[in-house]
């Protein structure tokens, strides 16, 4: 029986055993969603037809954390280990490997577990479907997947036991930094005794109290079919898909989870819910449990402490938080009004304190109760309370004087803005879109009801043009008459290390009481066998591929065209137009180059392209000019932008056709904006004006943004770890990667170290000087826009690149390695072909890093090599430094301009075992053949990367950034097509020869604790 979907006079209607509960209009998307449940399974399915290619599909099950064992980070790693009829390793990795797709992960949030994939294609689409839905309710669960993603006793050649596992290492990794543990200590604190108060990922300090028993009756009791949602999206017909799950999975589903009983409604779930929204819902009554009550008798405040690694921190976090009960646009609208930028009135109060040095404020919406927080990092110890006390009083004020229209415009321009435009921060839009979905349906709540952003902030708008007081009512309401308040306080601990290393040994010791060392050891060995065993073709074949024959060999590249408008000196300004999908909106650049300046100053270079749109311009003061820019564009920031020309010929006949332009291989420093094209006038007048009367007095305000920048690098230094390591070790390679070093690399780390606030003055002549003299060398001006934009845009551009003062672009002076070498910072320790550079600091984990020569861009040997990268990803390091050297991640890559060969780990409990494992991964590899079938598989799953989807803005840029280094994307089409004649024996040979080139270059780098043995040059680092 076949009927209309989306036809709301078809619900109650049933297909293929389906029953269409909902048909949902979504105007706001421009389109609708159908909701069915399966009447004898109870599965769930809500598709959002959307007129996208680009399909996605998630398996998502609630999952509300009960202690900190982790079990359902485990169990989301576990299923992916092997089920049924994918009787693999690892049949995620083989997909990845295998089938082309533009996402596929899986997640573990402290509520629920959700697995998405999508694809262009859609032969892919639905293998990646079988094979999820078998992973997640027909997976092996093996004793020895529990030991290898959990955790288990290794012992060493020295009979020294650890504890290792994958999630173990992990979540270890998660405990290195102050911020990340502070912020989530912030959301425990919040949501005491329910899910939300214990480490959904696993705390590595209860993980070992997990058994495999427990293990096995957590699947059996969250991952049945009446406690799935499918979430789909995109324009394959549902019809199709309801038809494929029918046949490959339903009748399995009734058989192995005895589905009998016809499920009417949703009832039979509520049981799962319920106790979960009663916790969520108890910390409404949490104020009569508070201490510390003030004179109202209903009112209370609580104060919480913690502690966190002092590792990145410069001073404690204190936050004050306010329950705000269930999710709206209101508070959204609220915190942005309040909170929203530099300029909004409470961040200018906050900013203005030096109580401490980033703000911590926003509306925390993650579940189905939700709270303000308001506070600052880096708070010294004893002006707690003073914090406490402004944060209370900046309220009471901003209620009583009211807020200024210009916050409540900048408020809307910044929303307006942002629910149009569509982004792929992390993957496909259709992501975000399930974010909203599963926040609804994991709580019993209709699935669309978060789905209609847009109207309902068309409601708030009418609200607030009727009503005068409306903001200052929602003050009282969330703020000044809030019930209950939380004040958080989270310190940096010296020990924080050492008492979770004694835990951990105390675990460790009461294991081996009663332990058979020789039992163990023979489990390990099992383990390790098992672990190091290569699946064959054969094995793998399971998992359906898409063969080379059946791919369109026809690639999109998005393009740039190059015009020219007339400038202040009526000379030719290069105009660089992409014309994109950009939904009403539009982006723009102006670029100077700074490669005519002193090397010397290039250290600046990033300092001063994030300072130059926040010191104010015009002689006004910066937070008049930000809120001013916040009610007309999007967003504005300075920006930096370097690259190299590869040495292909085509390359450099590119260079050799535009050589009179000056526009190619140079280095940049400008400014960017985006804005709705309905107000395209007034951004380019403003960017105008910023650009000619940008100011460099305001020492007060620079000093801030110091402090800031100080403490966020040091933040950042652990986390960053491996980016650190590789530039490091790439930086006497060539003049670009050198200055990629003094850019972003460790010798950036040092210059912002240096900075000093009684030198402020000085710095800021240094930034004006950099400034003109960039201005002074000739512009450029680049804008991506839909073609409706771009017919208002185009005309005004001539009259903006005059009012900006934009002249005729002067060459460049070239640079060569020896010029930059000075200004690397401990030089002497990156020298020599085979150096290993170390860096210590205090952390729980550490990265490898270590790069040796390739081949030239578009090169056969190049195209072979990158597939060679792409098959030692899925295969040879994923295996010995993933699987068996329990690191989170691995990752090797080509970089063909530059001819380097990059490896590198990630959280990584060994680094320095790992440095050396790279070179024997790809000796291994040079010496075995590959097979034929295999490699057309990773050719294919290379090919991906090529047809993966853009948002407009990305197509924007990478076109024009392309073009700035010589290798515009029309050459895409021929690097696929030598991508798509790489064979076995090409990628056998580009093995040797990277293995061969070891001999030749191998810089290597560590990252890792102090207590870790290792030699090589040991980096001073200024923490
Ligand atoms: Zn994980």
Redesign the pocket.
């Given at each position: 029986m076949f009927f209309d979907f989306s036809d709301s006079a078809n619900v109650g209607k049933e297909y293929n055993g389906f029953i269409l509960l909902s048909v949902d209009d979504l105007p706001d998307y421009k389109t609708k969603a159908v909701y069915f449940r399966h009447k004898i399974t109870g599965l769930e399915v809500y598709h959002i037809l959307a007129e996208d290619k680009e399909n996605l599909f998630a398996f998502a099950f609630r999952t509300f954390a009960k202690n900190s064992k982790g079990m359902a980070?485990i169990m989301?790693?576990s299923v992916l280990c092997g089920s049924e009829k994918y009787p693999l390793k690892e049949p995620f990795t083989t997909l990845n490997a295998t089938c082309i797709n533009t996402f596929l992960n899986a997640l573990?949030y402290p509520d629920k577990t959700v697995y998405p994939a999508a694809s262009t294609i859609r032969k892919d689409y639905f293998t990646m479907m079988d094979v999820y839905a078998d992973a997640v309710f027909f997976p092996l669960l093996e004793h020895a997947t529990f030991l290898q993603e959990g955790y288990r006793l290794e012992l060493d050649e020295k009979g020294k036991l650890s504890i290792q596992g994958?999630?173990y290492n992990?979540m270890k990794g998660n405990y290195s930094s102050f911020q990340p543990v502070a912020y989530s200590k912030q959301i425990n604190a919040m949501f005491p005794d329910c899910f939300a108060s214990y480490e959904s990922?696993g705390d590595p300090l209860e993980i070992p109290s997990l058994t495999y028993e427990e293990f096995l009756d957590f699947h059996k009791k969250f991952y049945a079919p009446d406690n799935c949602l499918l979430y789909l999206y995109g324009d394959i017909p549902t019809s199709e898909q309801l038809d494929f799950l029918n046949e490959n999975l339903i009748s399995r589903l009734e058989k192995k989870y005895n589905c009998t009983g016809v499920i009417e409604n949703a009832e039979s779930k509520l049981p799962l819910i319920k106790p979960e929204i009663k916790k969520l819902q108890k910390l409404k009554k949490r104020a009569c449990a508070g201490s510390g009550a003030g004179e109202r008798s209903d009112y209370t405040t609580e104060t919480i402490y913690d502690v966190a690694p002092e590792t990145g921190a410069s001073g404690n976090l204190v936050t004050v938080n306010y329950y705000s009960g269930k999710a709206d646009i209101e508070k959204y609208f609220l915190s942005d009004v309040l909170f929203g930028n530099d300029s909004s009135p409470l961040s200018v109060i906050l900013k203005e304190s030096g109580l401490g040095d980033e703000e911590q404020c926003y509306n925390f919406g993650q579940f189905q109760e939700e709270f303000f927080t308001i506070g600052l990092w880096n708070v010294k110890k004893g002006n707690e309370e003073k914090l406490f006390e402004l944060i209370q009083k900046s309220l009471q004020d901003i209620y009583k004087k009211g807020v200024a229209q210009v916050d409540i415009d900048s408020a809307v321009m910044g929303i307006d803005f942002n629910l149009r435009e569509e982004n792929r921060y992390w993957g496909p839009f259709s992501i975000t879109l399930m974010e909203k979905v599963m926040k609804c349906w994991n709580y019993g709540l209709p699935c669309s009801k978060r789905l209609s952003p847009i109207s309902d902030f068309e409601v708030l708008k009418t609200k607030l043009r009727k009503d005068k007081n409306y903001i200052k009512k929602l003050i009282k309401k969330y703020f000044l008459d809030s019930k209950q308040q939380i004040r958080f306080i989270c310190e940096p601990s010296k020990t924080f290390f050492k008492e979770r290393a004694k835990v951990e040994k105390e675990h460790i010791k009461s294991f081996e009481k009663n332990l058979d060392k020789e039992k163990l050891k023979k489990n390990l060995d099992e383990l390790h066998a098992y672990q190091a065993k290569l699946e064959t073709s054969e094995e793998t074949a399971c998992i359906p591929t898409t063969k080379i024959s059946e791919l369109d060999k026809k690639v999109d590249f998005p393009k740039c065209e190059l015009n020219f408008v007339e400038g202040a000196d009526n000379s030719k300004i290069p105009l660089f137009v992409c014309r994109e999908n950009t939904n009403g909106l539009f982006y723009m650049n102006v670029l100077y180059p700074f490669d005519r300046l002193d090397i010397k100053y290039y250290e600046h270079i990033p300092l001063l392209s994030s300072v130059i749109t926040n010191l104010g311009w015009g002689g006004k003061s910066w937070d008049v000019c930000t809120q001013q820019m916040a009610c007309i564009m999007g967003d504005m920031m300075g920006r930096t932008l370097t690259g190299m020309v590869p040495d292909a010929p085509e390359c450099l006949e590119f260079v050799e056709k535009n050589k009179e332009y000056n526009f190619i291989n140079r280095n940049w420093l400008g400014i960017c904006c985006k804005a709705l094209t309905s107000r395209a006038s007034e951004t380019l007048e403003m960017l105008a004006e910023v650009i000619t009367k940008m100011d460099f007095n305001d020492t007060k305000r620079f000093n801030r943004i110091l402090s800031q920048l100080k403490s966020e690098k040091k933040a950042e230094f652990v986390p960053s770890g491996r980016n650190c390591s590789i530039k490091r070790i790439r930086c006497m390679n060539n003049p670009y990667l050198a200055l990629q070093e003094i850019l972003w690399g460790f010798s950036q780390f040092e210059t912002s170290m240096e900075y000093s606030k009684k030198d402020s003055k000085k710095t800021l002549e240094i930034f004006r000087y950099i400034y003109e003299e960039c201005r002074r060398a000739g512009g450029i001006i680049q804008i991506t826009a839909d073609e409706e934009s771009l017919k208002k845009i185009l005309p005004l551009i001539e009259q903006f690149a005059k009012a900006a003062g934009i002249t005729k672009l002067q060459p460049g002076i070239k640079r060569s390695l020896e010029d930059y070498i000075p200004y690397i910072r401990q030089a002497d320790k990156a020298t020599g072909n085979f150096c290993t550079q170390v860096m210590k600091v205090s952390s729980q984990t550490g990265y490898a890093a270590a790069i040796t020569d390739c081949s030239s861009f578009l090169t056969n040997e190049s195209a072979a090599e990158n597939v060679l990268s792409t098959w030692l990803n899925n295969h040879t390091l994923w295996d010995k430094i993933r699987t068996i050297g329990g690191a989170?991640g691995a990752d090797c890559r080509i970089d063909a301009g530059s001819k380097n060969f990059i490896m590198s780990s990630y959280r990584d409990p060994s680094p320095e075992k790992t440095a050396e494992l790279f070179k024997e991964c790809l000796k291994e590899v040079a010496e075995t053949p590959f097979d034929p079938e295999e490699i057309e598989k990773t050719v294919v799953s290379c090919y991906g990367d090529y047809i993966y989807p853009q948002s407009a803005k990305e197509r924007g840029t990478s076109s024009f950034e392309s073009m700035l280094y010589g290798s515009p994307m029309s050459l895409k089409p021929a690097v696929v097509e030598k991508l798509l004649s790489v064979k076995a024996e090409d990628v056998n040979k580009a093995a040797v020869s990277l293995y061969e080139n070891t001999k030749k270059l191998y810089r290597t780098s560590i990252f890792c604790d102090k207590s870790v043995d290792c030699c090589g040059n040991i980096l001073k680092i200024p923490l």
């Open positions: 980070h989301e790693h573990t994958v999630v992990e990922g989170y």
